[in-house]
């Protein structure tokens, strides 16, 4: 079940909207072949390692990430080409969260002939597709918070000046975490102020939303270097009279500002599993504010500021018992800065 993870993870950042999937065939203590789901609309992993297998399909074991679909979607059903295959043991880690399979497939195998086990694993490959599963039962976009900060919690200066807070080590692995996204939000200082391209490493389409109340975007910023118009989503509550290459969306406020709430169900209905949230302060403060963050990701480095501006603005704690914790935290250490990652905790009520 390793090796089939190994593989579900070569899918990476590719595959959305589907799940990250990985399959390993077994026939007398031996691998027989090996797939992965590599990119929405082709072979799923386990149709991946049948056709590799061929014939030593028949009376092997399917060891798989996720439970297989049973249903006809861009791809025609994965229960089916197991049992035709005749693979004879079925080893599941996670469960499939999407109504239409959700345990439904195992009865299925089982009906046909198959024997099956499942729960390998599972905690840990049911967080590898944390993002799928939450968007697919909710309808929203998982949403990752990112910080480059100080080890006092300050992004910048009293001058205003912010680079660079963390290494061109943090700096590029952080542009490497982009990939696993499907989108990069910010909101309209970050654009003005610092004027990003919001690439990946390596290069792939992604998309860019700014959120932007009063229409200040302005249409030779960097983000729209090599973009396809359709990839920028410009959330605005004022007419943006200047032509820029981006989706103009006319959006509700919410205290004065750009409904967050209303742009991630947008985002959504959109197909868009995954969020990374990267600035600024004021975005930051707002998502965690309205309980609309799954995951922070903090960049730290090893400075002390003093006087300088937050990493986070507008999160209003009154007592110690209303504060957000992080839980599942893990830590990284990337050159001489670290990254902390978690999930929030909140005990706050709305």
């Not at 290494?167 to 909101?187: C, P, Q």
């Not at 004065?256 to 949230?277: A, H, N, Q, R």
Request: glycine content about 8%; hydrophobic content about 40%.
């Amino acid at each position: 079940m390793n090796r089939a993870w190994e593989q579900a993870l070569q899918g990476w950042g590719r595959t959305s909207p589907n799940p990250m999937v990985g399959a390993v065939l077994v026939k007398s203590g031996k691998i027989v072949a090996q797939g992965y789901h590599h990119y929405c609309g082709t072979d799923h992993a386990e149709v991946d390692a049948i056709k590799k297998a061929g014939a030593k399909s028949r009376g092997a074991t399917l060891y798989v990430t996720l439970e297989p679909c049973g249903h006809l979607g861009r791809t025609p059903a994965c229960t089916q080409a197991i049992v035709k295959a005749g693979i004879k043991k079925v080893i599941v880690g996670a469960i499939d969260p999407n109504r239409l399979n959700n345990g439904k497939s195992l009865k299925f195998l089982k009906r046909h002939g198959v024997e099956v086990e499942q729960g390998l694993l599972a905690d840990e490959l049911t967080r590898l597709n944390e993002a799928f599963n939450f968007w697919i039962t909710t309808g929203l976009p998982f949403v990752t918070a990112k910080t480059a900060q100080t080890i006092d919690g300050k992004i910048a200066a009293l001058d205003g000046s912010s680079k660079w807070i963390t290494s061109t080590h943090a700096r590029d692995y952080a542009h490497r975490l982009r990939f696993g996204f499907d989108a990069i939000m910010v909101g309209i200082n970050t654009v003005l102020k610092d004027d990003p391209q919001l690439k990946t490493l390596p290069a792939k389409r992604i998309k860019k939303v700014i959120l932007d109340t009063h229409g200040k975007t302005p249409p030779d910023a960097r983000l729209f270097e090599g973009v396809i118009p359709e990839d920028v989503f410009v959330f605005t509550h004022k007419p943006i009279v200047k032509k820029i290459k981006a989706r103009m969306i006319k959006a509700p406020l919410y205290n004065g500002k750009i409904d967050l709430k209303w742009v991630l169900k947008f985002l959504g209905e959109s197909k868009t599993t995954s969020v990374l949230i990267e600035g600024g302060a004021a975005v930051v403060g707002e998502a965690l504010q309205r309980n609309l963050v799954n995951k922070m990701m903090i960049y730290m480095a090893p400075k002390i500021m003093g006087e300088g501006l937050q990493s986070v603005r507008g999160l209003k704690s009154k007592t110690l018992n209303e504060m957000v914790y992080l839980k599942d935290m893990i830590f990284d250490k990337i050159n001489e800065d670290i990254l902390i990652q978690g999930y929030p905790h909140v005990y706050r009520h709305h």
